[in-house]
């Protein structure tokens, strides 16, 4: 069982930055894949980044490739997406994820085993 928590999220003006943390427990996350999707009000759950533990393969959105940055720390068993040039069609709910490693296409949210509770982030124009 993995449990995993995600903070950061907040208010920020367009142009800005913010960086949000998804802390795991229950057990090392050395041998999973880690993602973010975000969920805005009325529409689909929506890809965003995704990393393997190791590092070694990163992916992103079209939308935000070149703005957000995806990582880990696996001394803390955590997972970051810091996030810049903030625009406000970046607002949403930000969900991270886990799931054993795996060679399957990363960018659908049904490839998930494990969620975070989800935290927002607001982008004011």
């Known amino acids: 069982q993995v449990q995993l928590v995600e903070s950061g999220g907040g208010l920020v003006q367009a142009g800005g930055s913010l960086g949000l943390s998804c802390a795991a427990s229950?057990?090392?996350?050395?041998?999973?894949?880690m993602a973010w999707f975000r969920q805005a009000p009325g529409k689909e759950r929506e890809f965003v980044a995704a990393?393997?533990?190791?590092?070694?393969?990163?992916y992103y959105a079209d939308s935000v490739q070149g703005r957000f940055t995806i990582s880990t720390d696996n001394a803390k068993n955590t997972a970051y997406l810091q996030m810049n040039s903030l625009k406000p069609e970046d607002t949403a709910v930000y969900y991270c994820?886990?799931?054993?490693?795996?060679?399957?296409?990363?960018?659908?949210?049904?490839?998930?085993?494990?969620w975070g509770q989800g935290t927002q982030v607001t982008v004011s124009s």
């Open positions: 990393i393997s533990w190791s590092g070694s393969s990163t």
């Open positions: 994820a886990a799931r054993p490693r795996s060679v399957v296409d990363p960018r659908t949210p049904r490839q998930y085993d494990y």
């Open positions: 229950g057990r090392s996350l050395n041998n999973y894949d």
